[in-house]
């Protein structure tokens, strides 16, 4: 076969057949162990906050808008507001919506550590929001949430 | 866990005091899930890195619990003020108790 009809096969096989195939892939894609579990993501949310009303303010949660390596998905959190003695962050939790463990981490600040600022990298198994909470000293809950849209099949976790 | 040592960068070792210091470490490891399976469609067991903490000196500064969703060869970056000098001391410790730990010494300026 001559290279450009070769080429023409296949751009007319990409139009008729790759792009609802990939659609309908999409949906069906996910190996059992990897679907989503609401319900923990629902009680881990709850167990954090429990009975504070969680404040949109202080938190600044950076993930990119588009992770190419799902992978290893870069994740920034701190904590804006100004802090002291007094008022300090507690801990801070990353959670991955859609991941079959929703709950990615935990980190825990103490009154010596004079900042809340922390970042790791995270496996995102499909496109999804990254939420963060925090507790500060004072009882006040943190949050911040951004979606992330992932490259490629996902991370297999 | 992997025998090699821990890569450690420390934004400044001879801070002022008060001053914010960044931290950036890593480790190998394969942060085993427990979802996978291996070529025989058995499931390869669950170990991961469960807990990281670093003091300076005798005062814990900041721990870090990571789950399944942290990928492998977990980084971790934090930030503290130095209020004084000393050792910071990191530790990883994994789910079949094999532990990491790298030092960096911090003095005042």
């Given amino acids: ?67 190419d390596n799902p992978s290893a998905v870069p994740v920034h959190v701190s904590v804006t507001l100004p802090l002291s003695d007094q008022l300090y962050c507690k801990e801070l939790i990353v959670l991955a919506e859609q991941n ?58 | 866990m992997s025998v090699k040592p821990p890569r450690v960068w420390v934004s400044n070792a001879k801070p002022a005091r008060g001053e914010i210091v960044r931290v950036r470490a890593q480790i190998e490891h394969a942060m085993e899930s427990g979802l996978r399976v291996d070529g025989d469609g058995k499931p390869r067991p669950r170990n991961i890195v ?10 814990l500064i900041f721990v870090w619990e990571p789950g399944i969703s ?19 001391v990191m530790q990883w410790a994994d789910e079949k108790d094999v532990t990491l730990e790298a030092r960096k010494t911090l003095t005042l300026a």
């Fill in chain 2, 70 to 88: 942290i990928a492998q060869n977990p980084y971790i970056e934090f930030t503290f003020a130095a209020r004084e000098g000393g050792e910071l």
């Fill in chain 1, 1 to 67: 076969m001559k290279r450009r009809h070769f080429v023409a096969g296949g751009v007319a096989l990409g139009t008729a057949l790759v792009v609802p195939a990939a659609r309908a892939q999409s949906k069906a894609a996910i190996p059992p162990q990897l679907a989503p579990n609401p319900a923990e993501f629902k009680k881990a949310m709850a167990d954090f906050v429990g009975r504070a009303k969680p404040l949109e303010t202080g938190l600044k949660l950076e993930v990119p808008v588009l992770a």
């Fill in chain 1, 100 to 157: 079959p463990s929703p709950l990615a981490c935990r980190f825990q600040f103490t009154p010596f550590t004079g900042s809340a600022e922390a970042a790791a990298r995270l496996r995102l198994s499909q496109t999804q929001a990254v939420h963060a909470l925090a507790r500060m000293s004072d009882g006040r809950v943190l949050v911040a949430r951004q979606n992330v849209t992932v490259a490629a099949s996902g991370c297999g976790m």
């Fill in chain 2, 50 to 59: 469960r807990r990281f903490e670093a003091r300076l000196g005798a005062n």
